[in-house]
């Protein structure tokens, strides 16, 4: 293998990853802005919190209806 091969697959695996990260962090923010933080559920409380977390609701940025 000719490491220029190695190197150009490198670099476009790593903006795939970019690109899918910005994605993700990007539906997560909407469904986050759509849904309340709270839920009755155990399991749904968990994904929202995740979601949350993903999304970059943490600290001084919070949902409206968290403490």
Same mark, same amino acid.
């Not at 469904?31 to 839920?39: D, E, I, K, N, V």
């Given at each position: 293998? @000719? !490491?220029? #091969? $190695? $190197? =150009?697959?490198? =670099? ?10 910005? $994605?993700? $962090? &990007?539906? &997560?923010?909407? #469904?986050? &802005?759509?849904?309340? /933080?709270? /839920? ?6 968990? &994904?929202?919190?995740? !979601? ?12 409206? @209806? @968290?403490?």
């Amino acid at each position: 293998m @000719d !490491l220029v #091969f $190695i $190197i =150009e697959n490198l =670099e476009g695996g790593v903006l795939w990853g970019v690109q899918n990260l910005g $994605i993700l $962090i &990007a539906v &997560a923010t909407v #469904f986050t &802005a759509l849904t309340p /933080s709270r /839920s009755k559920g155990i399991l749904t409380g968990m &994904a929202l919190q995740l !979601l949350n977390l993903l999304a970059g609701n943490v600290g001084y940025n919070r949902n409206a @209806d @968290d403490q």
